[in-house]
């Protein structure tokens, strides 16, 4: 049985970072949005055409699937390589997993929260245009809070130290079955 941890978390909250700190295996996406100066194909997301996106969402092991703003992401079962993998998303691409996920595949949805002066100050040393941080944070404003209202999560933590989020997801995996665990907020 193969496990996904999805982190889901606004612009600035940390959960690339966080995915990075884990010693899972990330799944990355596939997408149709431009590379940004800082990207790495095949590293950050497979960069890749409209037409190449419509034949990979045909295929029958697509597992992941959504869209921000008018770009798409997805990915496919064969992306899944450990027996946990972790998988970035927003939450629209989460309906679609629980919609359309395969019988042999678990997730648990990590939600990470920070505060938007937090994730601004983010933002501002990491050295990101703050009126493309804005933009993206008032896009995404609607979701993230749906998201967090309806508890559309089976953990969500505050993401002030990185280093500590992974290390308490490790934790839970390690010594617990976060895979079958109730809703909780870790502070």
């Not at 493309?132 to 404003?141: S, Y």
């Not at 933590?157 to 109730?182: E, G, Q, R, V």
Request: hydrophobic share 35%; proline share 4%; net charge positive.
């Amino acid at each position: 049985m193969k496990k996904i941890i999805l982190l889901v978390g606004e612009t600035c909250s940390g959960k690339d970072t966080v995915a990075n700190l884990l010693p899972y295996e990330k799944v990355v996406s596939f997408t149709t949005r431009p590379m940004r100066p800082s990207d790495i194909q095949g590293v950050t997301h497979h960069f890749i055409s409209d037409k190449e996106m419509d034949e990979i969402e045909r295929c029958k092991t697509l597992i992941a699937k959504t869209k921000t703003g008018k770009y798409r992401y997805c990915a496919t079962a064969d992306q899944i390589k450990g027996d946990v993998s972790v998988y970035i998303i927003n939450p629209d691409g989460i309906d679609w997993i629980k919609q359309h996920n395969p019988k042999n595949v678990k997730i648990v949805v990590v939600g990470i929260y920070l505060p938007y002066y937090a994730r601004r100050n983010r933002c501002k040393k990491r050295g990101d245009d703050i009126r493309t941080f804005m933009e993206r944070t008032h896009a995404e404003e609607k979701d993230y809070e749906r998201f967090r209202r309806l508890g559309e999560f089976d953990f969500m933590f505050k993401n002030y130290d990185s280093k500590i989020t992974a290390n308490i997801i490790m934790d839970l995996i390690s010594k617990h079955d976060i895979f079958h665990k109730p809703q909780e907020v870790i502070e």
